[in-house]
């Protein structure tokens, strides 16, 4: 990025105070002075790529740059570096006037000093060791709270300016909560802060980080920041784009960082967790992280292109993240400007070419819901799941086996259908409804119900058979007293009947059928029984019913059980209607039979049985196979069992998540020619994994007697000497806190980023990082409670001059938080805030025509339970339709790793913030909550309401302007309200608290609107 | 990085490559100028900005026709093709070529479509756009065109981005990065989209890429509420709406004098440009002003949601000075199998885009707009002289990436020309050759921005609309 004006502030400076303590020429550092302008201006045609090299100059390496002319050290005047720089004939000068990159006055006496000063070069630094460096003193030992602020406040001092105040107690303590958990702290936990901090500031803060450190949420913020760079979605990407699970990675990554996982491990699991001896499934879970690439399902693909695509995008974000290095320059070429051939590209692109995965899922392993977050579970409880498992797994493999056994035992039976039901009437022997909806038992044993809940559940007790019973009938009856004279409390006298279940003694009992007499077109009864919320039965007459049928009268839908139910135990049968509000059923009764019913599909069963096997039909074999899975008890019912021994763990449903795998013979490696995978270079040869010779090389594998794998390469990464990992990390980790890092250019620490701005402060904590055993937590401490850190950001226009960007960090930064936290800020002074962890991806409320412009169109269904209000973080996303806030609030699209997010400030912005449905109704939470927190109506009451808005949102109270402001405006929005009653209770809460007429709760609304969409509720201040 | 930093390293962009050298303007001249002391330029990244160099033209319309249109069924009459149909072609052609689906045996197709030859330039067009026939003097016919992509998500990536993977910042992107918008109350960069679905590629084909995302697209959707979020939740009036901008605003200024931080003062004018858009994005979608002629001419209704009414909102949106219009149209992708074949499901895409494109550039050029505007038509690649085989009948081609025909219009292109000549087959290019990054350098050099010169750094390099190629076209240009 931008480098050159922040060195010459740098430059100035340093002139400056070299003259004031007068020494007797310039000091010229080669790697912050000489190297960037070599870089930028020359290695483009005179660096390290040797096959572009032009008139065989290269001034990368001293002896080749003296042994030209181009240097002559101690004596400028003839050296022709110099001299053709300073040349003013456009045939002469370098860099050619076409290369737009003249060197500047400046930039050519440095070299002059540079090469009087006998022209030494450095390695570049990052690629030095890293050196703990000795604290520097300070004059003003005071202002010290740790180590780091002795490396700021020196350079500080040397530089004349002041070190900022410290930010008011309030500011600090919704800095350190943003920072650390993105949420925004209660104003009860702000008040203790600033009760503890008025009387010992550096205890009020070190407990607050810890207790912010401890919470579970930590490892959500912090998490999030880790899955930017790991491209985490839950879509393949590409244009089709098809939904994949991925979420079991991301709760393993929440769990690792809550668990403060060294990083060093934390590295290994997930690079190479596969290859650790005897790997625990988290470890394989971690690998996941490599997994985050596209998969390109469109049709006719090159899957070996896209294969090819994968494994560069793990090289370069492998470099990305741990070397800071731009490693996908050398993919087509060698590196113009750092020391790493293509060679050394494809050696790296080697230990990556191994994996299973060919475009697709490849790899994969079973995980249940909440499994990443178990840490010590009951062994017997493991023992049984492990079991009801392999009992599934068994089942499911003689599945064929015993359909044809069943089919076999239908035509040995040679038994046409059955004698059909009789049914008989069954009063229940309890009920009632969740909701509240009164329930009455009329003559003939039917149920009549009122008007409950919008959405009512039903629980009914049947009393126990004297028989067995082989089915039950649900009937739907017409009551004069119901809408339309109808069976159902829809104004039309329709239901939607979403899901029925039966129970005996608590168990399930399984239903092998479902039929109707009637049902509305896409609203079958079989629908009842396919554990779907979203999916149900109703009984409207629309295009294809048949003809006469109507719809208030009497219907029904027939449950054949799979096994006949014992006599003797009465048996449970719960109705949930889940999908339209008001649209329960009205009249309801129950029939029992001892015989099934005669029925259209078990016609159908004998008539496909009855014909060979050669001559069915795929949809004949579709057919069977599906009527023979709903009779399959044994299936069923050992599925049953798993879900019960995952629910006695706490787990939900397994599902299948991508994994890390190589292959058992692996793949030859080339260099691929200009990058292209068509063209593999066979005359250099197959090549070993292998790391770049700039950087510490590999250790030998014992006994030198296989290929060197991704754990060679993982530990590597993570050796205590290496000079870019630790140096890196912890760069981010600052960047995170104060906007940018000590190198600005955090994702290139090659020869073209920038100088650090405190070298040896980043060697500090990189040693310390690394000597606390990798440590997050203790850096994250180390940083919070700096004087550094808890500075007030606050502008200091003396400073604009000398240091405009905070380089120095005279202050803190004002930051605007990242997409997910301005869901989670807004969450979180709403009071609807979820606070669960983990678990597959929700779905809140988003606008429509998200998809007017993409080929697939993804069925988003807004969740209406807590997952409504769960974090930003959870929010299900599609790489090529993400969910608009986040993507408007500059959250990157994740084709690719991202380190560091940049930030927008637009127009969408304000209209999404205003405006978005998601974000109104936190806005209409955060007004109720007023109204229920502060309950009096006048306007006193009204300004302490404003008061508890202020602490919600901003952690402080406002100003007397500020609350005059707010306060004439809630009063303004009242009056207009009060004359507009149709708005009024369009804009007031959906739940208005007791005694707030629907104009002050709609002027409540706009207020806790407005204080949403400032600066500073977005911001971290 | 902050915003701040970015429109500072936007300007210094200017000021260091954009011909006034660094070292000539005094540091606290750049600072002032940059915003640092308080000044207003640095609060709006939409901001007009100058370019490299006088430019011919201010805007451009790209008509992204999404799939691949068949150049030998709309612009190239090849009478060797009919001649050998059924064979197989030369091996001299096919040798080392891949295809989306087609395999090896795959014979020579003869077009089927009558074509003609019109306008002084004698350009062959085919039956199936009797309006472009009005326009074969208007536009510069490029017939030789050349990507590299086979696959319809990568290629429209490469169209759009200059690279075939998602993540990188889009054409309209790269534009108004570099020179801002004119329109105050309008996105500078605005996408409208018709047909059946959405392109494929998604979102990522206007995204910014790296850059900051004040320069993604802003996709309108043709009817109803034209962008995401624009309509104030029920019972906000616009007086209650203004009321409630007013405050924020207060309050931010409030924070603005406390923490001296112009960010906020962005944010201020952000507030102020989404109330203004919540009036002039439904201003924009209503065509009650437009003349009956005018929507006759595209075959545009009022109300409607069609692609001649997003070539119509495309005129209406450059006039209210917004820099970049996308339209996408999408299924030309003719394989021949059911819904893709060249005979009716060809007749009836070219029909829905023939007028509305045609009108589009002689509206342009009878209100004076032409000059100004860059009109691209085309699609992300041609299709194969092979014929392609689905359920057993040869009905469609294959994805063709080594020629194909897109036109170009206004901004300072000549006119009544063809540029671009190909093979007896329409195979390959044999003069005259454009490459997709040749095309983008071209747009760009007409809008006075140097495509070398436009960069930014990402991932320690330096980034552009063309990678490292690319060459203005010089021939087309007036």
């Known amino acids: ?1021 | 990085m902050d915003l701040t930093s970015i429109q500072q390293q936007t300007r210094r962009h200017f000021f260091e490559k954009g011909g006034v050298g660094l070292g000539s303007i005094a540091l606290s001249q750049i600072l002032a100028q940059d915003g640092y002391a308080g000044g207003g330029s640095s609060e709006n990244p939409m901001a007009q900005r100058g370019a490299h160099y006088g430019g011919k033209a201010k805007n451009v319309i790209f008509m992204f026709m999404a799939g691949g249109p068949s150049h030998l069924e709309l612009f190239e009459d090849k009478p060797k093709l009919r001649e050998f149909h059924g064979q197989l072609p030369p091996e001299s052609l096919t040798k080392g070529k891949r295809f989306a689906f087609l395999g090896e045996g795959a014979k020579l197709l003869g077009s089927e479509r009558k074509f003609d030859t019109y306008g002084n330039v004698r350009m062959p067009l085919s039956e199936l756009l009797p309006h472009h026939r009005k326009i074969a003097d208007e536009v510069c016919w490029l017939r030789g065109m050349k990507t590299e992509v086979f696959n319809h998500g990568p290629a429209k990536l490469f169209m759009n981005t200059g690279f075939q993977v998602p993540g990188r910042p889009s054409m309209g992107s790269w534009v108004t990065y570099g020179i801002g918008s004119a329109s105050r109350d309008l996105p500078g960069f605005v996408v409208l989209q018709s047909g059946p679905r959405g392109p494929r590629g998604g979102n990522a084909l206007w995204s910014a890429g790296f850059l900051p995302s004040t320069y993604q697209g802003v996709p309108f959707r043709g009817s109803g509420d034209p962008i995401l979020n624009l309509n104030s939740p029920e019972g906000f009036t616009k007086n209650r709406q203004r009321d409630f901008v007013d405050l924020v605003g207060s309050l931010n200024r409030e924070r603005l004098s406390v923490t001296g931080d112009p960010e906020i003062a962005t944010r201020i004018n952000a507030y102020e440009m989404a109330y203004r858009m919540q009036t002039s994005a439904p201003e924009l979608m209503d065509l009650s002003g437009e003349s009956q002629a005018t929507l006759d001419l595209y075959g545009a209704e009022r109300g409607g949601n069609s692609y001649a009414n997003n070539c119509l909102l495309a005129r209406r949106l450059v006039e209210r000075g917004v820099r970049f219009v996308q339209l996408y149209h999408t299924d030309w992708d003719h394989h021949g199998g059911p819904g893709q074949t060249l005979g009716k499901d060809l007749e009836k895409v070219t029909k829905e885009v023939d007028q509305a494109s045609t009108a589009l550039v002689l509206d342009l050029k009878q209100r004076g707009l032409l000059d100004d505007t860059i009109v691209i038509w085309g699609g992300e690649f041609g299709r194969t002289p092979m014929g392609e085989t689905r359920n057993n009948k040869v009905g469609g081609r294959d994805h063709h990436i080594d020629a194909f025909t897109m036109w170009i219009a206004g901004g300072g292109f000549r006119s009544g020309i063809t540029y671009g000549k190909t093979d007896e087959f329409g195979y390959e290019v044999v003069d005259e050759k454009v490459h997709v990054h040749d095309l983008h350098a071209t747009i760009l050099h007409q809008l006075g921005i140097d495509h070398e010169q436009l960069t930014y750094r990402f991932q320690g390099r330096d980034f552009r609309l063309t990678d490292v190629f690319g060459n203005v076209v010089e021939p087309i240009l007036v």
């Open chain 1, 1 to 1021: 990025m931008y480098r050159i004006l922040p060195i010459a502030i740098l430059i100035v400076s340093e002139l400056a105070v070299v003259t004031a303590f007068g020494e007797e020429v310039l000091r010229v550092d080669f790697n912050r002075d000489i190297r960037p302008i070599l870089s930028d201006k020359c290695f483009q045609c005179h660096g390290p790529d040797e096959e572009n090299l032009k008139a065989g100059l290269q001034l990368s390496v001293r002896e080749s740059a003296v042994e030209a002319g181009a240097i002559r050290p101690g004596d400028a005047a003839s050296s022709e570096l110099l001299s053709r720089v300073l040349s003013d004939d456009p045939e002469e000068v370098m860099p050619p006037p076409k290369i737009k990159k003249p060197v500047s006055e400046k930039e050519a006496k440095l070299l002059r000093q540079w090469i009087e000063g006998g022209a030494e070069y450095k390695g570049h630094w990052a690629f030095q060791p890293v050196v703990k460096p000795s604290t520097p003193t300070v004059t003003r030992d005071a202002l010290i709270k740790n180590d780091i602020d002795r490396f700021i406040l020196s350079r500080l001092e040397e530089e004349g300016i002041e070190i900022s105040d410290e930010a008011d107690p309030r500011t600090l303590a919704r800095r350190l909560s943003l920072d650390l958990v993105g949420l925004l702290p209660a104003p009860e936990r702000v008040q203790d802060f600033v009760s503890q901090f008025e009387r010992d500031p550096d205890s009020a803060v070190e407990q607050f980080a810890d207790e912010l450190l401890d919470s579970p949420h930590y490892g959500e913020r912090w998490g999030r920041h880790w899955l930017d760079q790991a491209r985490y979605a839950d879509s393949n990407g590409y244009t089709i784009d098809g939904e994949r699970v991925m979420w079991p990675y991301r709760d393993w990554v929440i769990k690792a960082i809550n668990e403060d996982m060294p990083f060093d491990q934390f590295t290994i699991e997930q690079i190479a967790g596969d290859l650790l001896p005897d790997p625990e499934k988290a470890q394989l879970v971690a690998t996941g992280f490599h997994r985050n690439t596209l998969i390109n399902q469109e049709g006719g693909t090159d899957d070996e292109q896209f294969r090819n695509e994968e494994v560069v995008d793990r090289v370069n974000t492998t470099g990305a993240v741990w070397l800071g290095l731009t490693l996908g320059c050398a993919q087509c070429h060698t590196h113009k400007f750092d020391p790493i051939t293509q060679k050394e590209y494809f050696e790296l692109f080697a230990f990556f070419n191994q994996g299973k995965d060919v475009n697709n899922t490849g790899a994969t392993i079973e995980v249940s819901e909440g499994e990443m977050f178990l840490s010590e579970p009951d062994p017997d409880k493991m023992t049984a799941l492990e079991n009801a498992k392999k009992e599934v797994a068994r089942l499911e493999s003689s599945k064929t086996k015993r359909q044809l056994a069943w089919e076999k035992s239908l035509i040995d039976s040679s038994r046409e259908n059955g004698p059909g039901a009789e049914w008989e009437r069954i009063a229940p022997e309890r009920f009632y409804a969740e909701g509240g909806a009164p329930l009455a038992l009329l003559n003939d044993s039917s149920i009549l119900a009122g008007k409950g809940a919008p959405k009512e559940t039903y629980r009914i007790t049947l009393p126990a058979f004297t028989e067995s019973v082989a089915a039950i009938r649900l009937r739907l009856i017409p009551h004069a007293s119901l809408p339309s004279n109808g069976p159902g409390l829809a104004s039309n006298g329709n239901i939607v009947l979403n899901r029925i279940e039966f129970f005996q003694s608590g168990e399930p009992l399984l239903v092998a059928s479902a039929e109707h007499d009637h049902a509305q077109p896409g609203f079958s009864g079989a629908f009842t029984i396919d554990g779907k919320a979203d999916t149900g039965w109703a009984i409207n007459v629309g295009k294809g019913s048949s003809p006469g049928v109507k719809m208030n009268s009497e219907h029904e839908v027939n449950y054949v059980f799979a096994r006949r139910i014992s006599p003797g135990k009465p048996v449970e049968v719960v109705l949930r209607h889940e999908q339209n509000s008001n649209y329960n059923i009205g009249r309801f009764a129950f029939d029992v039979s001892g015989s099934p019913p005669r029925s259209i599909v078990e016609e159908k069963v004998f008539e496909v049985v009855g014909q060979p096997a050669s001559k069915r039909t795929t949809e004949d074999r579709k057919f069977l196979s599906s009527e023979f899975a709903k009779k399959d008890v044994e299936l069923r019912e050992a599925k049953l069992g798993l879900k019960k021994s995952l629910r006695e763990l706490g787990l939900g449903e397994p599902v299948k998540t991508m994994v890390m795998e190589d292959l058992p013979e692996g793949r030859e490696t080339f260099v691929h020619l200009r990058g292209d995978f068509l063209q593999e270079d066979h005359e250099t040869g197959t090549l070993s994994p292998g790391v770049p010779a700039v950087l510490p090389s590999m250790r030998e594998v014992p006994g030198g007697k296989r290929q060197r794998d991704r754990l060679d390469l993982a530990r590597w990464l993570v050796r205590p000497d290496h000079p870019l990992t630790p140096r890196v990390t912890v760069n981010r980790v600052w960047m995170r806190y104060f906007g940018k890092g000590l190198v600005e250019t955090e994702n290139d620490f090659g020869t073209q980023g920038s100088f650090p701005t405190h070298p040896e402060l980043l060697d500090w904590l990189a040693s310390e990082f690394v000597e606390s055993g990798w440590s997050m937590k203790k850096l994250h401490k180390q940083i919070v409670t700096s004087a550094t850190y808890r500075q007030a950001s606050r502008n200091r226009s003396e400073l604009n001059g000398i240091d405009p960007l905070n380089h120095l960090l005279a202050r803190q930064s004002r930051i605007r938080v990242e997409a997910g936290i301005v869901r989670d800020a807004a969450l979180s002074a709403s009071g609807l805030f979820s606070p669960e962890i983990g678990g597959p991806g929700v779905m809140p409320p988003q606008p429509d025509g998200v998809y007017a412009f993409t080929q697939r169109k993804v069925r988003w269904v807004a969740a209406n339970g807590p997952d409504r209000f769960r974090r930003a973080m959870y929010i299900k996303f599609f790489r090529s339709a993400p969910y608009p806030l986040l993507t408007t609030f500059d959250s990157p699209d994740f084709q690719s790793v991202c380190t560091s997010r940049v930030r927008s400030n637009t127009p969408l912005q304000a209209l999404t913030l205003a405006n978005d449905e998601a974000m109104y109704e936190l806005a209409q939470g955060l007004g109720a909550r007023l109204m229920m927190e502060v309950k009096g109506k006048d306007s006193v009451s009204n300004r302490d309401r404003i008061r508890r808005g202020y602490e919600l949102c901003f952690s402080r109270t406002p100003t007397e302007t500020e609350l005059e402001a707010v306060a004439n405006f809630q009063e303004r929005q009242r009056e207009g309200f009060l004359g507009d009653s149709k708005s009024a209770e369009a804009v007031s809460p959906q739940v208005r608290p007791d005694g707030f007429d629907p104009a002050t709760a709609a002027s409540w609304t706009a207020v806790a609107r407005a204080l949403m969409n400032t600066d500073e509720f977005i911001t971290r201040e």
